[in-house]
């Protein structure tokens, strides 16, 4: 098994900074990526920035705010975020597809840690 620890989160105001990171532990073998989602009330849970060795991928509206990163020594993954705005509010979820054994690769979540921007 696999657990997703995140830390990080929290109220910010609009314009403000935040950094969030997760840290990966357990039975693991390899990880292909790490990333983030995000769940805003009422709306489907969204990509929001994934990396996979030296390749990022984000989503277009936090292009430029968002900055993913990774420890691979430390199994860690980092979001830090900038010029935040109040439709950045939402449940961040962090999420690893892990190989646990050199056959098994499995995707795995953490609990989530809420972002709230508001003045």
């Known amino acids: 098994q696999v657990q997703l620890v995140e830390s990080g989160g929290g109220l910010v105001q609009p314009g403000g900074s935040l950094g969030l990171s997760c840290a990966a532990s357990?039975?693991?073998?390899?990880?292909?990526?790490m990333g983030w989602y995000r769940q805003a009330p009422g709306k489907q849970r969204e990509m929001v920035a994934l990396i996979s060795g030296s390749s990022t991928n984000y989503e277009d509206s936090v292009k430029g705010r968002f900055t993913i990163s990774r420890d691979n020594a430390k199994n860690t993954v980092y979001l830090q975020m900038i010029n935040l705005k109040p439709e950045d509010t939402a449940v961040y979820y962090c999420?690893?597809?892990?190989?646990?054994?050199?056959?098994?690769?499995?995707?795995?979540w953490g609990p989530g840690t809420q972002v709230t921007v508001s003045s």
């Open positions: 357990g039975r693991i073998f390899s990880i292909n990526d």
């Open positions: 999420t690893s597809e892990v190989r646990t054994t050199y056959w098994r690769l499995v995707r795995y």
